[in-house]
């Protein structure tokens, strides 16, 4: 499965871009995407900006991924709880 990483403009040399996601920086490609500027966020790929997003669309991406994170962690402790109850039953 690919995915790709939504992160922020800091810096700009011509095509090439050094970007932030949570604070670690990395050069990426920007010449498929146009007009990007510093603050503007894009979605990454294997080194290369694919898209470019505005704050709002980071922001909903953010919430979404938050909502996910908490779900999966309220999915592994009902499983982990459920593996216990079971346990137990076999005592």
């Given at each position: 499965?690919?995915?790709?990483?939504?992160?922020?403009?800091?810096?700009?040399?011509?095509?090439?871009?050094?970007?932030?996601a949570d604070g670690a920086l990395r050069q990426v490609d920007v010449s498929?995407?146009?007009e990007v500027a510093l603050g503007d966020y894009v979605l990454v790929?294997?080194?290369?900006?694919?898209h470019r997003w505005d704050q709002d669309d980071y922001l909903a991406w953010q919430e979404i991924q938050t909502q996910?994170?908490?779900?999966?962690?309220?999915?592994?402790?009902?499983?982990?709880l459920l593996e216990?109850?079971?346990?137990?039953?076999?005592l």
């Open positions: 499965m690919c995915l790709a990483v939504p992160v922020e403009v800091i810096a700009l040399d011509g095509k090439v871009a050094t970007v932030s498929l995407v146009e790929h294997a080194g290369f900006a694919l996910m994170l908490e779900a999966m962690a309220g999915q592994v402790t009902t499983d982990a216990e109850d079971a346990e137990a039953d076999r």
